[in-house]
């Protein structure tokens, strides 16, 4: 059974940071992609990063683009979210998610189950 079990959440003031991670089992993920997804109150879930488990390619959503970065360890199937700069309008709650290559992020084969990131003003 495939998991994605996200940690690193919590409560920041804007300006500071916070490190996600992701730790993936269950399948080999050499041809996947994994990444991260938010999804904030009242709003439809959208992209945030990718990064290519067995390569170097990587992926921004424009609004974080410079504050972000995803990095892996692939040796472990873990995903790392690097969150710096923060704003209040990055609150939300952060999946996990891995789809196969191409594909990804359009197409999402797993998805964690979230873990909420809250950044005061």
Known sequence: QVQLVESGGGLVQA???????????????????????????????????????????TGYADSVMGRFTISRDGDKNTVFLQMDSLKPEDTAVYYCAAGQVPGFPTGVDYWGQGTQVTVSS
């Not at 996600?20 to 439809?44: H, V």
């Open 15 to 57: 300006g500071g940071s916070l490190r996600l991670s992701c730790a993936a089992s269950g399948r080999t993920f050499r041809r996947y992609a994994m990444g991260w997804f938010r999804q904030a109150p009242g709003k439809e879930r959208e992209f945030v990063a990718f990064i290519i488990m067995s390569g170097t390619g």
